[in-house]
């Protein structure tokens, strides 16, 4: 009873028990020049929330962190970063020691193809500003072999199960994560709901905190990726 | 002695008694989209804390303020703006009550010609953003007739006094307080340098806290402004 009680819980005899798990979470900047910068809206905190539950449930987790204001949960190994290709470079250079990879930062997808060194004067005119593609961290996780069960987000305003199923297929993931943003919505707030997708099914999660949330992702994360089997089996029928 | 005591230290009976001080703080955000948005480095520490003072000297405040994480100091009338036009809109709609408008804002001075209203997909290509320049809010202050006592900032990575002289004369302020922006230096920083500069003359203003140092600024825009002929004229010899 003792044995099942821990199991339900999580907790270090559960499915993340010695299990490493790679997060990625906040936004990135990418600068014009030293004091403008490119962004995407996100204030970290579901990635967060990850972090802790996973730690929470035994896990090991490295935490790969875009600049947010908030506090790195107890036992976290966190890594702060601040662009999108810094980014890239921390995940890829520990993914060998992930069992599991989620992607919940908000990475910019495009950044200035040129950084002035000092602050552009503004001239009182329009001006056009020449962006090209950041690399792609979740897609090159997803490329290797062997590869850790990799988790992606789809944050959407519009057709958000469509866009994520195509996100899911394009990139090659094992699951995605999907949910609807917009003013009030997703950003910045304590509550959001998630759709959860994999190549033949998926799950309505409904709105509640970000904590909760997490730790209802994590079962399933551990259940798609077989990391529950080995308790289970010691389950008593 | 006692009133002398209360002079010295600003307080309800100080040149900023009585006084409506218009304060602007933080960043503005200019969105691409409903996620991407182009900004500013900026905490709102100097203008949260310039707040703070005037008010803590006995004047009226309205801090009009761009995103950030900071608590509104006691006694202050907060306005909550995201954009640099939103900024302008509520700055522009008091103006006429202010006695003194400190411009410790760093507004965006471009935004995207068109905001999409869905996220934008990632195409893959380069692409190109067109940017027009956004309302300017400090040299629409300083145009007015009658005007308050106009204070801008200038942050700059390089030639800081020449730049700041220049905009200075180019918005006809009646002061302007400068310092060297960069990577650990003047962005998310509790100290902070000024140099504070106005048609004929300047003043250095050592690295200090930021809350000491809107007390010493504060001061210094008392005298320019003349706010403290009233009360001096009572100092007994």
């Not at 539950?53 to 036992?75: D, F, H, Q, S």
């Not at 958000?160 to 919505?185: F, T």
Request: aromatic share 6%; glycine share 8%; proline share 7%.
């Amino acid at each position: 009873a003792i044995a099942a009680a821990l199991l339900d819980a999580g907790g270090a005899a559960g499915p993340w028990a010695g299990r490493t798990v790679l997060i990625t979470a906040g936004p990135t900047r990418e600068p014009l020049d030293p004091v403008r910068y490119l962004t995407n809206r996100s204030s970290g905190r579901m990635g967060f929330a990850l972090a802790a539950a996973a730690r929470e449930a035994g896990a090991r987790v490295i935490l790969v962190a875009g600049p947010t204001a908030l506090a790195t949960p107890p036992g976290v190994e966190r890594v702060d970063v601040e662009r999108a290709g810094q980014m890239y470079d921390a995940v890829l250079g520990c993914i060998d020691e992930a069992d599991c990879f989620i992607a919940a930062a908000a990475v910019s997808d495009y950044r200035p193809e040129r950084e002035a060194p000092e602050k552009i004067k503004k001239g009182g005119d329009a001006l056009t500003l020449a962006l090209e593609p950041t690399p792609d961290t979740l897609r090159a996780v997803a490329a290797r072999s062997p590869r850790p069960f990799v988790v992606g987000f789809a944050a959407e305003t519009e057709r958000v199960s469509e866009y994520a199923r195509r996100k899911l297929n394009d990139k090659d993931l094992d699951l995605i994560a999907a949910n609807r943003v917009g003013p009030g919505q997703g950003f910045d707030t304590d509550d959001n709901a998630l759709e959860v997708l994999w190549r033949d099914g998926s799950v309505a999660l409904a709105e509640q905190p970000k904590t909760a949330l997490a730790r209802e992702l994590l079962q399933i994360v551990a259940e798609r990726a077989g990391f529950a089997e080995a308790t289970r089996s010691h389950h008593a029928p």
